[in-house]
T-cell receptor, first 115, second 114 residues
Framework: AQSVTQLGSHVSVSEGALVLLRCNYS??????LFWYVQYPNQGLQLLLK??????LVKGINGFEAEFKKSETSFHLTKPSAHMSDAAEYFC?????????????FGTGTLLAVQP | KAGVTQTPRYLIKTRGQQVTLSCSPI?????VSWYQQTPGQGLQFLFE???????NKGNFPGRFSGRQFSNSRSEMNVSTLELGDSALYLC?????????????FGQGTRLTVV
């Protein structure tokens, strides 16, 4: 069975500091991996996704993530945090080769950005 | 291009009642998935519909059901509501052509059961 683990339910950084949100996955087949962001009382918005090919994926709002198969990780980073980045971030996995669009989500990381 | 529209945004129901939530996907999208989000359980997959057929189902009791219409609009129904059904219900639409395609989420319906 596939699963996703997000280390750290709350992360706090200073404005301008590096953002690092951790995600590890478990999958017996090559996974598709996603990062979504959720602002208060809103739905989820896709930041970036890894399917195949280049392991360093660039997304919107300056975020990027690197797929590391040997570490089963897909950590999300941003060089310099902005106040507007404060939100909850979810890592998700979907089944490679499947016809379904079912996503399995991690428990989320709430990012706080201090001025 | 209009996004995913969920109605209503907020609902308050009494235990034992039933409720129907609606989701209009992005034009041209044939897959609609439903998720339940709660503070305790996080985001959990309820079911997915593709071209009016349920393609996948999560681990929820039979009180949770759904359907999809020929125009891809979807509804989910919860019967005999329990307090624990209070949650944000999110709908996601996609082209449905593969597991690597992006899912676009609506703003959700917040259901409160009292």
């Amino acid at each position: 069975a596939q699963s996703v683990t997000q280390l750290g339910s709350h992360v706090s950084v200073s404005e301008g500091a590096l953002v690092l949100l951790r995600c590890n996955y478990s999958s017996s087949v090559p996974p598709y991996l996603f990062w979504y962001v959720q602002y208060p009382n809103q739905g989820l918005q896709l930041l970036l996704k890894y399917t195949t090919g280049a392991t360093l994926v660039k997304g919107i709002n300056g975020f990027e993530a690197e797929f590391k198969k040997s570490e089963t990780s897909f950590h999300l980073t941003k060089p310099s945090a902005h106040m507007s980045d404060a939100a909850e971030y979810f890592c998700a996995v979907s089944h490679y080769g499947g016809a379904t669009n079912k996503l399995i989500f991690g428990t989320g990381t709430l990012l706080a950005v201090q001025p | 291009k209009a996004g995913v529209t969920q109605t209503p945004r907020y609902l308050i129901k009494t235990r034992g009642q039933q409720v129907t939530l609606s989701c209009s996907p992005i034009s041209g999208h044939r897959s609609v998935s439903w998720y339940q989000q709660t503070p305790g359980q996080g985001l959990q997959f309820l079911f997915e519909y593709f071209s009016e057929t349920q393609r996948n189902k999560g681990n929820f009791p039979g009180r949770f059901s759904g359907r999809q219409f020929s125009n891809s609009r979807s509804e989910m129904n919860v019967s005999t509501l329990e307090l624990g059904d209070s949650a944000l219900y999110l709908c996601a639409s996609s082209t449905g052509t593969g597991a690597n395609t992006e899912a676009f989420f609506g703003q959700g319906t917040r259901l409160t059961v009292v």
